[in-house]
């Protein structure tokens, strides 16, 4: 059965395929950024030129299926499968699994050198750590799933006062290897993530910074477990004793690589490291930002700074508090310090004039750009009493959608 196409020369076919064939061809195509149209294309015309029928392919419970082809391909199709003997169903299947094994799940591309991503502000209750957790896991999400991800032009409608409905499509995870590191002495991080505090008493990052490690830094690691991250997603929690890392740097020397130090033993085990930062402009942060810094051979924009702000005028504040140390840093160490971009969280337009223009003002900074837009909805805040990541708890929620946005503007 066939029908004109609504434009260019293609015309609409009409068959059936089983569910799981047609779910696996969605998924390769969106792996490979090519429409249906053209992985069937493919298929029929590599399957035309074998020289016989391959296996034959279960098809029960095949249902309607349908895309666009070029003009003449399924009628010289059909003609194929009636030599062959063959449904078209079953000639399509075979032509559709024939594409697949021909074009194999494509490997995970990973960085050469570990990327290393702070999330910081100085000021508190923006949610940094709302947006750290959101990230990793997106970075980490299944790549043989797909995952509704908002387009990046939404920022711009956004901030032009016209949200409009929301544009979204369908992509594969990015599944890499993610280290979440809670660096704040509150702990909220790893209570947000259903993990428990290290003790006072024992070993931490803290212990491991001052160069007072009781042990290897890599046990006190944990794993988020929940199958969409498939092992990929790991914590290393905080401890309160952080509260005391400047006193404790301030005896260290070298002390703004005390970060590095501790963390480079686990560096090749993971694709992106993301640390949650204090609110805090301290020792630590200058640690943190030195972390961050873009080292010999590294692209600019793969590692560094992702600030976190709200819609608010005190955000601004903070805002140049926080560049102007990294600022310093930069100049005082003669390094570089990539900002990755701004992240205007917790956003709600109803709220008025202060909302909207504020938006508007982080906009209009353009270096850093702001690379996302996350909206003050309950289902974070459900997920965090829930103790869950947010991107299994609500997966499909416009939130979640966001932080998948968020991710792949900074990759």
């Known amino acids: 059965m066939t029908s004109p196409a609504a434009a260019g020369d293609r015309e609409k076919v009409v068959s059936k395929l089983p569910g799981w064939l047609r779910q696996d061809l969605k998924i390769r195509a969106a792996q490979y950024g090519i429409e249906i149209q053209a992985a069937v294309e493919q298929g029929i015309d590599a399957w035309c030129n074998l020289a016989s029928a391959p296996e034959t392919i279960d098809t029960a419970g095949a249902d309607s299926f349908s895309t666009f082809l070029p003009a003449g391909q399924w009628e010289q199709f059909r003609g194929v499968v009636a030599d062959r003997g063959l449904s078209?169903?079953?000639?399509?299947?075979?032509?559709?699994?024939?594409?697949?094994?021909?074009?194999?799940?494509?490997?995970?591309?990973?960085?050469?050198?570990?990327?290393?991503?702070?999330?910081?502000?100085?000021?508190?209750?923006?949610?940094?750590?709302?947006?750290?957790?959101?990230?990793?896991?997106?970075?980490?999400?299944?790549?043989?799933?797909?995952?509704?991800?908002?387009?990046?032009?939404?920022?711009?409608i956004a901030a032009g006062g016209d949200e409009g409905p929301l544009d979204v499509e369908d992509l594969p995870g990015l599944g890499l290897r993610v280290l979440l590191v809670d660096f704040d002495p509150q702990c909220h991080l790893t209570n947000q993530l259903g993990a428990a505090p290290l003790p006072m008493n024992g070993d931490s990052l803290t212990n491991h910074m001052a160069g007072d490690a009781k042990g290897d830094l890599r046990d006190l690691v944990v794993s988020i477990d929940d199958e969409t991250f498939g092992g990929r997603l790991h914590l290393l929690p905080a401890c309160n004793d952080a509260f005391l890392l400047d006193v404790r740097l301030s005896a260290v020397r070298a002390r703004e690589a005390a970060l590095e130090r501790a963390l480079a033993p686990l560096e090749a085990d993971y694709d992106v490291i993301l640390v949650d930062c204090p609110p805090s402009l301290g020792l630590s942060m200058d640690a943190a930002a030195y972390y961050s810094r873009r080292r010999d051979g590294e692209k600019p924009g793969q590692s560094g700074a992702l600030i976190v702000v709200q819609a608010e005028d005190s955000s601004a504040d903070a805002y140049e508090l926080l560049t102007a140390q990294i600022d310093d840093l930069r100049g005082d160490l003669k390094i570089d310090i990539d900002y990755l971009g701004i992240v205007v969280n917790l956003y709600d337009g109803r709220r008025g004039y202060i909302a909207t223009s504020s938006l508007q003002g982080w906009v209009d900074i353009k270096d850093p750009r702001v690379v996302g837009l996350i909206g003050d909805l309950k289902e974070q805040k459900e997920a965090v009493r829930m103790k869950q990541p947010l991107l299994s708890y609500a997966p499909k929620s416009q939130q979640a959608i966001g932080m998948r946005a968020l991710a792949r503007e900074i990759s």
Do not use: F, M, Y
């Open 88 to 156: 078209l169903i079953q000639g399509l299947a075979q032509s559709v699994q024939l594409w697949l094994d021909t074009n194999p799940t494509p490997d995970i591309e990973r960085p050469a050198i570990t990327r290393r991503i702070i999330v910081c502000n100085q000021k508190g209750g923006v949610g940094k750590t709302a947006i750290t957790a959101g990230t990793g896991e997106a970075l980490a999400e299944d790549p043989g799933t797909l995952h509704r991800v908002r387009i990046a032009k939404q920022l711009a």
